[in-house]
Antibody
Framework: QLQLQESGPGLVKPSESLSLTCTVS??????????WDWIRQPPGRGLEWIGS???????YYNPSLKSRLSMSVDTSQNQFSLRLNSVTAADTALYYC??????????WGPGTLVTVSS | EVLLTQSPATLSVSPGERATLSCRAG??????LAWYQQKPGQAPRLLIY???IRATGIPARFSGSGSGTEFTLTISSLQSDDVAVYYC??????????FGQGTKVETK
């Protein structure tokens, strides 16, 4: 059974960078059939797609975040990562990592809450 | 960027009754639409993909329809376990995607 687990700091100061890692277990991140996504959800609000990453390193970003965003993959560790620069309170959210195939997003991590505050 | 508009924002339905949720795309997206269910404190769960195909393990009371710009998720007989927020998501320009703002389904 595939499992995803987010990890990273729960508190980030304004103007600093937010970095999260997703560890995939029970399956290979190097599968050619899937993309690996980051999705976030501000408290009490809806879902926002952040970006998608392929095992080769190809990336696809939400245009509204593109200037502050970078994503990377470490196939040797079966992990992928997110870095969001110059964060503000508006970036406070529950951050999910997930697997996306042609049939939709079928596996999600439990999510990790990141709060931006001084 | 394709905008998805879901309606209504909140839907109150008696147990055993039909629930009908709408998702409208701002431009043509063929059948590249999925529906997700999110219960409080949980990650979303995939219900429907390609507008009308039920994901593995999803009960038959959930059905999806539509293409182009108008889509519908129907719960044929609402159960108490179906209380949740439902999101549509397009992937017409895969792997890029957008979510709708969600419809909260509650029991009357």
């Amino acid at each position: 059974q595939l499992q995803l687990q987010e990890s990273g700091p729960g508190l980030v100061k304004p103007s600093e960078s937010l970095s999260l890692t997703c560890t995939v277990s029970g399956g290979s991140i190097s599968s050619s059939d899937y993309f690996w996504d980051w999705i976030r959800q501000p408290p009490g609000r809806g879902l926002e797609w952040i970006g998608s990453l392929y095992y080769s390193g190809s990336t696809y970003y939400n245009p509204s975040l593109k200037s502050r965003l970078s994503m990377s993959v470490d196939t040797s560790q079966n992990q992928f990562s997110l870095r969001l620069n110059s964060v503000t309170a508006a970036d406070t959210a529950l951050y999910y990592c997930a697997r996306k195939g042609w049939e939709g997003i079928d596996y999600w991590g439990p999510g990790t809450l990141v709060t931006v505050s001084s | 960027e394709v905008l998805l508009t879901q309606s209504p924002a909140t839907l109150s339905v008696s147990p055993g009754e039909r629930a009908t949720l709408s998702c409208r795309a701002g431009q043509f997206i063929s059948s590249k639409l999925a529906w997700y269910q999110q219960k409080p404190g949980q990650a979303p769960r995939l219900l429907i993909y390609d507008a009308s195909i039920r994901a593995t393990g999803i009960p038959a009371r959930f059905s999806g329809s539509g293409s182009g710009t108008e889509f519908t998720l129907t719960i044929s007989s609402l159960q108490s376990d179906d209380v949740a927020v439902y999101y549509c998501q397009h992937y017409n320009n895969w792997p890029l995607s957008t979510f709708g703002q969600g419809t909260k389904v509650e029991t009357k």
